[in-house]
């Protein structure tokens, strides 16, 4: 398998090159999987030798880097998998269907209270964490993960609250209210 890793630069998508990219390899039908890396080339083109398996990309760089898109497939030969990174804390739209959005918000007498800066993260393992895409959210609460089409835990979480998860069937839209509890 191969692809480009791309980031948005002046309105064009640019191929990084010496990134290290890491890939988590899950065989189809069965449990578990393993962790590979390889790093891109002068074009931002990775290659990895992969058998039949359901592969996960991943390329971000915390903190500067998110990776709001899934990049996913199942391999059984040559496949090509792209993946684009952005500058954290961009929010911008996402291209890619099915998406998973939403609101993280924290209650108070007041009301729902928006929480910015929260991440939100698709884990390629459900309540384990193999975390394959990550966005934050924006100043109103919300968030935007796209091309999520495939079975994948979620994991939403802040500095001094309790984490939130919930396991992402993969199958369609989801649209989510999610609300943190500060930790005691």
Known sequence: MSGVLVKPISGNLRPIAGRRIHLWIAPVGRLGGWAQSAITDDHGRYVVEVASARVFVNAWHPPDQEQPCLASAVVNGNTTLDVQVVPSGTFAAT????????????ATSEG???LSGVFATL??????EVPVAT???????RFVLCRVDTAVGLAVSGPGYA???QSIPGTGDMTLDIELKPMR
């Open 95 to 106: 291209a890619g269907v099915p998406t998973i959005s939403g609101f993280v918000y924290e």
């Open 112 to 114: 729902r209270r928006p």
């Open 123 to 128: 884990d390629a393992v459900p309540f384990i």
């Open 135 to 141: 966005t934050q959210t924006d100043a109103a609460g």
């Open 163 to 165: 984490p939130w998860f």
